[in-house]
């Protein structure tokens, strides 16, 4: 298979924090692949990495077939970038950040350009130091498609819009993955947003990744089941069961979430005699909720002192 | 639009799509020889990615469901003459997991009975208008 995007035990440490951990991921050219972690998980991090803009302390990592390390940095011709707080120079109007793009890039397009920035309603007169936050992320989607490009890099570029402006972005990236074949590497906290638009998924904590999985196979992998016993559940199997990820039991209820086929999971709950198995809906949400809490990144009151040092 | 998918769901969405069509097929919201969109335009329209789309399409057209005709683009097939006994089997084993699923519920054998018959009925209705 072809990938857009190769990275192969890259590791980057700013001081004691290591932020990517002998990190391995394959995006295969032409998916819409999103990127789920934590804050701090190290997703910007990555996405900067693969830009270019810092440079890994060891690995290897390979855009559209081209080393980050390459010095001849012609192959960004071809990547848009969409960071979550766009940097453009402030005194700039609109229509003049436009221009220096199609003088920046040798693909630029500006019928695509003149689309965009008709579906976006952006004011083109305008001084880029005048808008918002979102008005600047779309100025910033505009330039990144106007460029034609063959990868897409977003790092949660839905954050802090509107709802309506939301959508019209996320169909302006689903229009651009169906028109153009562009590979659409995108991360989000917006679980619901992705779970529709993308194809492959991959969860990053700690600078590591926890999976990375075509969503269809992780949907089909993981699987909530509710176990309901004639008496007492018998805990100690029920922890034992391979591939468990989660559970948590209420009297003679058992709810287990579990990585596996469906028919060998059900073979092996067949020893514990339960006197009921039920699937249940398992959403992305809570897919990675899960394995959050798996990883010992803890929710609600008896897990504060794991959630903080997390987050520093 | 007639799809009603749920990214929520554990069933892949392009099996919800396959469901989905199949039955629109069948309860004769999609008639043989009408025009399928496009891969891009449904994908636009249930805002759901394209490749996701392209493999519903895939399997709508392995299991005869939908027919692409080069450069023309994509038709729903006129229903196929399946082997009979092929039928019979793939049905039973769904009509078997139906039955399990009553006995759960609590529900007698004719009442089972009287449920199939009146959900004949109800089709049979809608495919006349």
């Given at each position: 298979m072809d990938f857009a995007i190769e990275t192969r035990a890259l590791n980057k440490s700013f001081g004691k924090l290591?932020?990517?951990?002998?990190l391995y991921l394959a995006v295969p050219a032409g998916s819409i692949f999103g990127l789920i972690g934590p804050n701090g998980a190290g997703k910007s991090t990555l996405i900067q990495i693969l830009v270019g803009i810092i440079l890994p302390d060891s690995g290897e990592g390979f855009i559209l077939g081209r080393?980050?390390?390459?010095?001849?940095?012609?192959?960004?011709?071809?990547v848009g970038y969409v960071p979550d707080v766009p940097v453009m120079?402030?005194?700039?109007?609109v229509a003049e950040m436009y221009r220096l793009g199609s003088k920046l890039?040798?693909?630029?397009d500006w019928e695509r350009c003149k689309q965009l920035q008709k579906s976006f309603h952006?004011?083109?007169?305008?001084?880029?130091?005048?808008?918002s936050r979102g008005e600047k992320v779309q100025v910033a989607l505009v330039m990144a498609l106007a460029m034609r490009p063959r990868l897409l890099l977003l790092d949660?570029?839905?954050?802090?819009?509107d709802p309506v402006v939301r959508r019209s972005f996320l169909q302006a990236i689903i229009e651009e993955a169906a028109s153009n074949g562009t590979t659409v590497f995108y991360s989000s906290h917006n679980l619901k947003d992705l779970e529709q638009r993308v194809d492959h998924i991959a969860a990053l904590n700690q600078g590591r990744i926890m999976f990375s999985h075509s969503l269809d196979e992780l949907k089909e992998s993981v699987h909530r089941l509710q176990l309901i016993f004639?008496?007492?559940?018998?805990v100690d199997e029920i922890k034992s069961l391979?591939?468990?990820v989660d559970w948590e039991s209420m009297g003679r209820v058992v709810i287990i979430t579990i990585t596996g086929h469906i028919d060998y999971i059900c073979s092996q709950l067949v020893a514990l005699n339960p006197e009921l198995v039920k699937e249940q809906n398992l959403d992305l949400e809570s897919i990675f909720v899960a394995f959050m809490k798996a990883e010992g990144y803890c929710f609600g009151s008896e897990g504060l002192g794991a959630t903080s040092e997390v987050m520093k | 639009m007639w799809l009603d998918i749920n990214?929520?769901?554990?069933?892949p969405i392009y099996q919800q799509l396959v469901d989905g069509v199949k039955e629109a097929i069948a309860q004769g919201m999609l008639l043989p020889g009408e025009r399928m969109p496009t891969v891009r335009k449904l994908a636009l329209e249930l805002s759901l990615n394209p490749n996701t789309v392209a493999k519903a399409y895939q399997k709508l057209e392995q299991e005869g469901i939908i027919e692409t005709m080069r450069s023309r683009g994509t038709y729903i097939a006129s229903p196929s003459v399946v082997d009979k006994e092929l039928a019979h089997k793939r049905l039973g084993r769904l009509i078997e997991k139906v039955l399990v699923e009553a006995y759960h519920l609590g529900l007698s054998p004719a009442e089972v009975k009287q449920l199939v018959a009146d959900k004949l009925d109800e089709w049979e209705v809608r495919g006349r208008k």
């Open positions: 290591k932020a990517i951990d002998d080393n980050i390390r390459e010095k001849d940095g012609s192959i960004r011709n071809r120079y402030p005194s700039f109007s890039y040798p693909f630029w952006l004011p083109e007169g305008q001084r880029l130091c005048n808008l949660e570029p839905t954050a802090g819009l004639a008496g007492e559940p018998p391979p591939g468990l | 990214p929520r769901l554990s069933t």
